[in-house]
């Protein structure tokens, strides 16, 4: 059953290699409806009466298992990679551009894809009570796996695996999917001396793809030898095996095509609340703090389910398995229950599952520096509630942002998993929003290039109005 458990982990660890959002650019009260996905209370704090999301993209990646030397993403472009070679000493020490491995005891990584497409807010009054409705559309992809028994260390080196290995119990996830939400907030306690105000997302999930694969138990491997035509060949069998797999997806493996098509529904939801402490007749603030519970909901998903579970399987050396070509993973999921069962639909156990959203807190907090000048942290930290649940990674960030109506910027330094540290930033002018969570990976080359973040974003808002402007139409009393 290790076998499985080898290319599952292989197609996941290869595919990051191909959304996190941008935590500094989240804290400039102009981001409007952008921000609002980690901080519904935000598009209140806007300045500007609307603003409309053309597009916006967040890609994010990390990883401890697979690397490539001395070089950077973009750097990958343009130059061609190779694999390491023990015969001819080849590897990432000591030879740049090559795909190597970290060999640690265990592996994680986080992927996430983040596309905000058309979207908008905007504030409304009614009876005299100020709102700020928003409406988005967001397409979403994430993948994570933390503390991976790895393994592959063995045989990415070239070793021999022990003759008996306890595999521990490993979880996998993946979900491709999206999002309808509406983005209502408000300002309650209205004769405090702060301004308190609460937001929510509601959100309506459109489920595409999703996988998951869990372990329960050790797997015991025993690695021995066989006679395969005349050859003395390795083989290794699986016992105390107990495997969950779960999986929906709209690739049509008969036509190679993708074909969109609604897979799972479910709803979320976004809240938060914040308190402001607000500097008079000016849209800046001395102080703010806010906290939220994000992407707390799930995907009822339409797929297969299989339990695999068993003894004395052999996973290295089976001819069914290895000589066959594999067409489709229910091909697979079949010819591995008659391998296990001694029928091919034996391990079905029906078409319904679900999959938690990456429920999270997110802690804020913004003090002002100067004028349109404010330092900022962030906490995000992942709390999963639902079964099957998404697993986002964990992140405190401390930000510097300058916030001016047209152009607005700021550089971070975040600390991923509370042991990487990485350097960030954002630059805003008009329309066009560029920045990164982890710079340096994308511009310099890095012994061991394994991670990166990029977002973009293109914009629509009144960047030529400004306070005072407003200010002197909202006193003129003209006719």
Not at 203 to 211: S, W
Not at 439 to 460: E, M, W
């Amino acid at each position: 059953m290790s076998k499985y458990y080898i290319i599952i982990f292989a197609i996941s660890i290869s595919s990051i290699l191909l959304g996190q959002e941008n935590l500094p650019f989240t804290n400039d009260q102009y981001s409007g409806i952008n921000g609002a996905l980690v901080s519904p209370t935000l598009t209140f704090l806007n300045p500007n009466p609307w603003d409309i999301n053309v597009v916006a993209e967040d890609v994010f990646l990390q990883n401890d298992y697979v690397y490539i030397s001395q070089l950077s993403l973009l750097g990958l472009r343009n130059t061609p990679t190779r694999s390491r070679n023990k015969i001819k000493n080849i590897n990432g020490e000591n030879t740049a551009n090559v795909v190597d491995f970290y060999n640690t005891d265990f592996a994680n990584y986080h992927f996430s894809s983040d596309i905000l497409g058309p979207s908008f807010s905007k504030k409304i009054a009614i009876k005299q009570k100020y709102f700020t409705v928003g409406l988005f559309s967001r397409l979403r992809t994430q993948t994570s796996a933390i503390k991976i028994d790895n393994y592959l260390k063995y045989g990415n080196q070239g070793f021999v695996e022990p003759e008996f290995y306890s595999l521990k119990p490993l979880q996998i996830n993946f979900m491709n999917w999206a999002e309808l939400g509406l983005n209502l907030a408000t300002e309650i306690f209205p004769y405090s001396e702060y301004q308190w105000i609460v937001g929510a997302n509601l959100k309506y999930e459109i489920g595409f793809d999703a996988l998951q694969v869990n372990s329960t138990s050790p797997i015991e491997l025993h690695r021995t030898s066989e006679i395969t035509n005349g050859i003395d060949t390795k083989t290794i069998y699986a016992s105390n095996y107990n495997i969950e797999v779960n999986l929906a997806t709209n690739y049509n493996f008969d036509t190679k095509r993708y074909e969109y098509k609604q897979k799972g529904k479910g709803f979320g939801i976004d809240f938060g609340i914040a308190v402001v402490d607000p500097i008079e007749n000016s849209d800046d603030y001395y102080f703010k703090a806010s906290a939220h519970i994000l992407d707390f909901g799930k995907v009822n998903y339409e797929g297969e389910k299989h339990l695999f579970a068993g003894n004395n399987l052999k996973v290295v050396n089976n001819p069914n398995l290895e000589n066959t070509k594999f067409k489709s993973p229910t091909q697979y999921f079949q010819l591995l229950s008659k391998e296990i069962y001694g029928n091919e639909n034996a391990s079905f156990q029906g078409n319904d599952f679900q999959m938690g959203l990456p429920t999270s807190i997110h802690l804020n907090a913004s003090k002002n520096v100067g004028e349109q000048q404010y330092i900022n942290a962030d906490w995000i930290q992942r709390i999963p509630v639902f079964e099957n649940s998404l697993k986002r990674s964990n992140i405190f960030s401390t930000s510097y942002t300058v916030q001016k109506p047209v152009v607005g910027y700021g550089a971070s330094v975040s600390l991923y998993e509370y042991q990487n540290f990485q350097f960030g930033g954002y630059f805003r002018i008009g329309p066009l929003i560029v920045g990164s969570s982890n710079v340096l990976p994308l511009f310099f080359n890095q012994k061991k290039l394994h991670s990166g973040d990029f977002y973009l974003a293109l914009k629509i808002y009144p960047f030529w109005d400004n306070e005072m402007k407003r200010h002197r139409r909202a006193n003129c009393n003209c006719d």
